[in-house]
């Protein structure tokens, strides 16, 4: 069976320093992946997705990036952190139009 | 742009009775769409997928229905109960989705079933 991983689960982090939210997937081959980020009592809202190994799309300009250096594996990165990066940062995977399987998130706190 | 729209305010109804959410949409022709549950702190998870030539989709308790002209999808959950208590996110895809299958969320309903 499919599951997905995301670290770490919880992270404080100062502004202005580095980020690096991991993302894995077990048991299927060539996902789409995604991360989303949902700021408090807030939607869901899309930030990057992959088709393919080295493919990324940005939904959002933004402060970050995300990169795909493996098939099941998903990087959110940012090299300068800022206080509205704070939020529940989700990653997903799916085949071509299903539905979508979501980690267990990871919650980021920037003070 | 594409606009998804959810009732933001919570909806609480007692054990046993149906739940009824709605989903809104506009500036769109979606192929399908998605209801998604959440609870706090979790991950969403997926429910039910209808597609644009289904009128009505049914699983367990949960009934979703996908009304093109109206631009309108309604969760209906019979006989609730407290467990039943989450946000549920209505999802469509983005435009130029083709095969990346992705999604544009609403901001979901808060549901709670009083015991």
């Known amino acids: 069976s499919q599951t997905i991983h995301q670290w770490p689960a919880t992270l404080v982090q100062p502004v202005g320093s580095p980020l690096s939210l991991e993302c894995t997937v077990e048991g299927t081959s060539n996902p789409n992946l995604y991360w989303y980020r949902q700021a408090a009592g807030r939607g869901l809202q899309l930030l990057f997705y992959?088709?393919?190994?080295?493919?990324i799309s940005s939904e959002v300009p933004q402060n970050l990036s995300a990169s795909r250096p493996q098939d099941r594996q998903f990087i959110l990165s940012s090299k300068k952190l800022l206080l509205s990066d704070s939020g529940f940062y989700l990653c997903a995977w799916a085949l071509a139009n299903n539905e979508q399987f979501f980690g267990p998130g990871t919650r980021l706190t920037v003070l | 742009s594409q606009k998804i729209e959810q009732n933001s305010e919570a909806l609480n109804i007692q054990e046993g009775k149906t739940a009824t959410l709605t989903c809104n949409y506009t500036n769109y022709s979606p192929a399908y769409l998605q209801w998604y549950r959440q609870d706090p702190g979790r991950g969403p998870v997926f429910l039910l997928l209808i597609r644009e030539n289904e009128k009505e989709k049914r699983k367990e308790r949960l009934k979703v229905t996908f009304d093109t002209t109206l631009k309108q999808s309604l969760f209906h959950i019979t006989a609730s109960q407290p467990a039943d208590s989450a946000t549920y996110l209505c999802?469509?895809?983005?435009?130029?989705?083709?095969?990346?299958?992705?999604?544009?969320f609403g901001q979901g309903t808060t549901l709670q079933v009083k015991p």
């Open positions: 992959s088709v393919g190994i080295g493919q």
């Open positions: 999802a469509l895809p983005g435009w130029g989705s083709s095969n990346t299958g992705k999604l544009i």
